[in-house]
């Protein structure tokens, strides 16, 4: 119920003053997001790869509303990424964009000038060893970032794509990319979507999720299986097998600070599980959406206004 309120709130401006600036707020946050600055979050980064765990890296930010804060998000990756390199890092984490945040909703040329600056990024992220991927945002963006990724593609192949089970088109969407080559990580999806694009039902999710694992695990692509939902991985697991894919040829996803116990559990089967790392100082749209999806996660916000005892 709290879940599309929560939602239209993370949209919000007047929300994200009255959340940021509530005290309370940064112990829970600190829950799910490696810190305001790059270098907290590359102590955790190098602790989680330590682990035996790979790592993706999101520069929080989105909806970018001019260029010159488009340029500062390329900016973010390029240093992200000369870190990466010069602690040898390329091969254990790899990097997690939003085009909102490169300028795709820019009026003038949005969709080009996004292009341009995720370039960038992949150019830098080729030379590191390491590989970029498209995170999904709303449903207006999904045929904008789908042709990024098919021009990044080109030059470089290993570009992953995010596509989310609630959306109506993303069966098809998954056969499309089922392609040699192509790193397609499935997640249910987060934002707020109207009844003539998306499923509003969760079961109809759940069940658009298995489709498309199927039609991803039956193709030759690289899956990624970006769920906490121990169904889903339980059939990923049973699909894997059923197609005859070694370890290695798919991976699971999880977000940080999410079913840790869970990612360490996976991790230790010998399976590849990568942990979805988020840092910086934006961190409202991102929060907002975690306690959206889950009503205990919302609970321990709330707790956390109560007098200490
Ligand atoms: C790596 C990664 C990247 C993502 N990238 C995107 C993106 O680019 N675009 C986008 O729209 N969305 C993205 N998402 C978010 C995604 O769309 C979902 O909103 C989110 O993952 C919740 O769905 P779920 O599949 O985990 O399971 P849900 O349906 O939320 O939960 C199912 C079950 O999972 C278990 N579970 C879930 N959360 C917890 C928890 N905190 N503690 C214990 N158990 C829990 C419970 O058993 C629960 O019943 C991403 C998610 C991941 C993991």
Redesign the pocket.
């Known amino acids: 119920m709290l879940g599309p309120v929560l939602l239209a709130a993370a949209r919000s401006d007047r929300m994200r003053r009255v959340v940021a600036a509530a005290p309370v707020t940064r112990p829970v946050v600190d829950r799910f997001v490696a810190g305001d600055e790059l270098s907290p979050a590359m102590d955790t980064v190098r602790s989680l790869t330590a682990s035996g765990l790979e790592v993706?890296l999101d520069h929080l930010g989105e909806d970018v509303t001019d260029k010159t804060t488009a340029r500062a998000t390329r900016d973010a990756y390029l240093r992200l990424l000369d870190t990466l390199r010069h602690d040898g890092l390329g091969t254990r984490a790899e990097v997690?964009v939003k085009l909102s945040a490169f300028g795709q909703a820019l009026p003038d040329g949005g969709h080009d000038i996004a292009l341009a600056n995720v370039r960038q990024v992949a150019e830098l992220a080729a030379e590191v060893g390491t590989t970029v991927t498209l995170?999904?945002?709303d449903h207006t963006t999904v045929d904008s970032t789908l042709a990024i990724l098919r021009e990044l593609r080109r030059e470089h192949p290993g570009t992953g794509a995010?596509l989310?089970s609630y959306l109506f088109r993303t069966e098809e969407d998954a056969r499309a990319l089922a392609v040699a080559g192509s790193r397609v990580?499935l997640?249910?999806?987060?934002?707020k979507e109207p009844a003539s694009v998306a499923f509003q039902d969760?079961a109809d999710v759940?069940k658009a999720?298995v489709r498309a694992l199927r039609v991803l695990f039956a193709g030759e692509g690289y899956p990624m299986v970006?769920?906490?939902?121990?169904r889903?991985i339980a059939i990923a697991q049973d699909l894997a097998a059923r197609n005859h894919r070694p370890a290695g040829s798919y991976e699971f996803?999880?977000?940080y600070g999410?079913?840790t116990a869970e990612q360490r559990r996976l991790a230790d089967e010998g399976h590849r599980m990568?942990i979805?790392v988020p840092y910086g100082a934006d961190w409202y749209g991102y929060f907002m959406?975690r306690l959206a999806?889950?009503p205990?996660?919302l609970a321990f916000f709330l707790r956390s206004f109560l007098p200490a005892r």
């Open positions: 993706t997690s995170d999904m945002e995010v989310q990580r997640v249910k999806g987060a934002y969760k759940d999720y970006g769920s906490h939902d121990p889903m996803q999880m977000l999410i079913r990568r979805y959406r999806e889950r205990a996660n």
